[in-house]
């Protein structure tokens, strides 16, 4: 893990001051770098949305458990232009 230094963050609890690094995070069978905060008092790992989509996994919301994410379920970039006014002619 690559230590980058402090941040202040808000947690629902307070503001804390939390270790930033970037790590290898393992789910699964995949493996990637990513961004971490790192804390004393939680000894649970949380997976943010952002190593989710890194390892191309979800959580599904009717069972709470990760799955890979599909290509169906991933907006294409024409649908993303689209919603943002951005068609190509």
């Known amino acids: ?3 980058l230094g402090h ?8 503001v804390e001051r939390l270790w930033e690094a970037e790590a290898k995070v393992r789910i699964f069978d995949r493996e ?8 004393e008092k939680v000894d649970l790992p949380l997976i943010g ?3 989710l989509e890194i390892l191309r996994l979800r959580v ?4 709470g458990k990760a799955e890979e994410l599909s290509s169906s379920s991933m907006p294409s970039l024409s649908s993303w232009r689209r ?3 951005q068609a190509r002619s």
Do not use: I, K, N
């Open 1 to 3: 893990m690559e230590s």
């Open 7 to 14: 941040v202040d963050v808000r947690t629902a609890s307070c």
């Open 32 to 39: 990637r770098t990513s961004p971490v905060l790192v804390s």
């Open 49 to 51: 949305v952002v190593t």
């Open 60 to 63: 599904d919301p009717t069972t």
């Open 83 to 85: 919603r943002r006014g």
